[in-house]
Structure formats: C-alpha cells, structure tokens
C-alpha cells in the first residue's frame, strides 16, 4: 500500500507519462529511475521501490532481480553519455521521510578529485540549492541516458 506521507509514494503513484523525463529515465516492473532532486553532480541517479518498502528483505525475489539488470543498465548508459569511469551504489534510506527504499547510483567521473571519491561524494548531495543541476538540464541528461540504456 501506498504511503500518503511518503515522497517517494507520491511521486509513484503519478501515471509514468504525466511525469517530467526526470523522473521516469526507466520504469520497471519494480522500480522508477529519477535524477536525484537536491544533487550538484549531473547524472546522479535514484533507483526507487515501486512498493512502500523499507528494507531489501522485504522485496520480492522478482524485485531483487531486476534491481540487479537495471543498475547494469544505468552504469552501461551513464558510462556511454556521461564518461563515467565506474558507478557508486549506495542505499541509506535514513533521512526522515526519505525512509522508502531508493538507491543512489553516482556516475564517478575519472577526473573526479580524490578527497571526492568513495562515500565523500555524497557532499555533492548537500550542497547550497544554486550548486544544484537546474531541472531543464536533470531533462535533458535523463534523455540522454534513455536513449543509451542498453536493451536486456
Ligand atoms: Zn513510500
């Protein structure tokens, strides 16, 4: 069931094509692919439950799986776009509100600066809102990487 006070509930409950680009860079069975809201970094993307679920442990076999070909889909398109020497994969899910699974997937650039690198980069999600990609870019990349995703 749907959460009414859950972000990510609110956000899955508006039909796919009534959705700006942004959030809908791949649907799923499972799960909804959108670039982060509050990121600095361009590409930043967030794997969200099409469930209420809180933990791994309460997804379906089904669920799990295809989280698994949809991540290889995203580092595949973010290497191909966007240059990425690798992806970060990172689930926390602990910041009030934002308990709803969702899994960060971070496109780590090559030139990316080592003070930067590993769970450091999350700094690029708590920066001042002008550091933020403005949404008519987060459109444009969320295009972009749509049209690179690999088929399965
Ligand atoms: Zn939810």
Known sequence: MPD???FSCQRNEVEPAELPPRERILIGAGWRVAHAVTAAMPGWLVVVSRRHVLSWAELTAAEAAEFGLV???LSRALAAALGAQKTYVACFCEASGFEHLHVHIVPRA????AHERGPAVFGYLRG???DRVPTVEMDRL???LTAHLPEV
Request: hydrophobic fraction near 40%; include cysteine.
């Open 71 to 73: 991540t290889w889909r």
């Open 128 to 130: 001042p809102e002008h």
């Open 110 to 113: 090559p030139d990316l600066p």
């Open 142 to 144: 969320a295009a972009l």
């Open 4 to 6: 009414v006070d859950c």
